[in-house]
């Protein structure tokens, strides 16, 4: 995992020093290689040790490890700022905010593609694929993304039950039998009814798939497998706009790669949408 998505992800469960040093090399990464490890703890009024201890923390055998992996993470983004220039007027700054959207939404695609190893995502598209019944929960704004991938997952021929209501969905638990798949879709992870209602649909033999992004959440902590969403920005309009570009991107493929995994899938895709079709022309 690059270093500097690792650090993003594991900054909830960091002590407040480590914070720190997290937040300065986020915000400064490009700047690193000019930093030796007694620099870096004078900017920050910290010991040496503490950044030493940082590094080793991540799994790096010392600070010189980290500023070099980090370097190649930063060589390989093209060193480019994560949020898009300030208008400047005209044509120029209209194409050169379509541009610098275009580049973060793609660097965050590719980083949330990093933080789901093939295997965790081919895992999760088993337990789909194989599920009698799925039970897909969002709150929210989340909620109108579970909704979607619902739709999708019910075009398949699979049997989906979806609410967006904490009430009709701990009624909807008696059904939940072993076997069966939960996908619980929330950004942060830290809804209380949503992890209610996971840890009951487990007591009932389910397994859970939570869908937030790629911090330390007690959603994600508890579930039997998760999809990590990487969406990061100081602008929070931006920081939006990139999490719903790397979820849908996410749960295309996780659409995709059900489609190819189950041939039967695919024509009940083809005959549902031959439906609609003939529906929505009478």
């Known amino acids: 995992m690059p270093p500097l998505l690792k650090i993003r992800a594991e900054r909830g469960q960091m002590s407040a020093i480590e914070r720190r040093i997290a937040d300065f090399i986020l915000e400064n990464a490009h700047l690193l290689r000019d930093y030796s490890s007694q620099q870096l703890a004078s900017a920050l009024g910290i010991s040496q040790s503490s950044v030493v201890k940082f590094a080793q923390k991540l799994g790096f055998r010392g600070?010189?490890?980290?500023?070099?992996?980090?370097?190649?993470?930063?060589?390989?983004?093209?060193?480019a700022p994560a949020s898009p220039p300030a208008v400047a007027g005209g044509l120029d700054g209209y194409l050169r905010i379509?541009?610098?959207?275009?580049a973060s939404k793609a660097a965050a695609e590719d980083e949330t593609r990093a933080a789901n190893p093939q295997a965790d995502v081919e895992r999760i598209v088993a337990l789909v694929d194989a599920a009698p019944k799925l039970f897909v929960y969002?709150?929210?704004?989340?909620?109108l993304y579970a909704r979607e991938f619902a739709?999708?997952?019910?075009?398949?021929?699979?049997?989906?039950v979806h609410h967006a209501d904490p009430?009709?969905?701990?009624?909807?638990?008696?059904?939940?039998?072993?076997?069966?798949?939960?996908?619980?879709?929330?950004?942060?992870?830290k809804l209380p009814q949503l992890s209610m209602l996971s840890r009951q649909f487990q007591d009932l033999g389910g397994k859970v798939v939570s869908i937030t992004r790629h911090t330390?959440?007690?959603?994600?902590?508890?579930?039997?497998?998760?999809l990590a969403v990487c969406a990061e920005d100081r602008?929070?309009?931006?920081?939006?706009?990139?999490?719903?570009?790397?979820?849908q991107s996410l749960l295309d493929f996780v659409f995709v790669l059900l489609c190819d995994a189950n041939p039967d899938r695919n024509r009940q895709l083809a005959v549902n949408l031959e439906r609609i079709e003939h529906l929505l022309n009478t």
Not at 151 to 160: D, E, H, P, Y
Not at 216 to 226: E, G, K
Request: charged fraction near 15%; glycine fraction near 10%; proline fraction near 5%.
């Open 235 to 247: 602008a929070p309009h931006m920081a939006q706009v990139l999490y719903r570009a790397s979820l």
């Open 63 to 79: 600070y010189p490890d980290l500023k070099f992996s980090i370097g190649q993470d930063v060589a390989r983004s093209g060193a």
């Open 138 to 143: 969002g709150l929210g704004d989340d909620g």
């Open 98 to 102: 379509a541009q610098a959207l275009q």
């Open 167 to 189: 009430i009709l969905m701990l009624a909807n638990l008696s059904a939940a039998r072993p076997g069966d798949v939960m996908l619980v879709f929330s950004e942060f992870g």
């Open 151 to 160: 739709m999708r997952l019910s075009l398949l021929g699979m049997l989906v």
């Open 216 to 226: 330390a959440n007690p959603l994600r902590a508890h579930a039997d497998a998760s």
